[in-house]
């Protein structure tokens, strides 16, 4: 079993930044062995994905978030982050961190592992 909890939401100005962190505790080996997205949902819309990094540390953006966004691991802190700059109001979603084994998947219902998520505010 993984637990993931994200951290790091809260209100920031339009071209401003926050960074996510999702931590994860098990009782196995951790993060080595998953692959992390980041998704989120606005109110009325569906959920998406923003970024994921796989265990190999290749990573996946999606386009409206590219040269904004970066996601990276530390294995040994058993941690994600994103780094979210130049921050738009349409940016404005529950953040959520969830996990899979191995490889990246742009479909939200391939993970099996989802933290409670984080509101992430975009206002001036």
């Known amino acids: 079993q993984l637990q993931l909890v994200e951290s790091g939401g809260g209100l920031a100005q339009p071209g401003g930044s926050l960074r996510l962190s999702c931590a994860a505790s098990?009782?196995?080996?951790?993060?080595?062995?998953?692959?992390i997205g980041w998704f989120r949902q606005a109110p009325g819309k569906e959920r998406e994905g923003v970024a994921c990094?796989?265990?190999?540390?290749?990573?996946n953006y999606r386009d409206s978030v590219k040269g904004r966004f970066t996601i990276s691991r530390d294995n040994s802190k058993n941690t994600v982050y994103l780094q979210m700059n130049s921050l738009k109001p349409e940016d404005t979603a529950v953040y959520y961190c969830?996990?899979?084994?191995?490889?990246?998947?742009?479909?939200?219902?391939?993970?099996?592992?989802w933290g409670q998520g984080t509101q992430v505010t975009v206002s001036s």
């Open positions: 098990s009782s196995g080996f951790g993060l080595t062995y998953y692959a």
């Open positions: 990094i796989s265990i190999n540390g290749s990573t």
């Open positions: 969830a996990a899979r084994t191995w490889m990246c998947s742009d479909y939200a219902r391939q993970y099996d592992f």
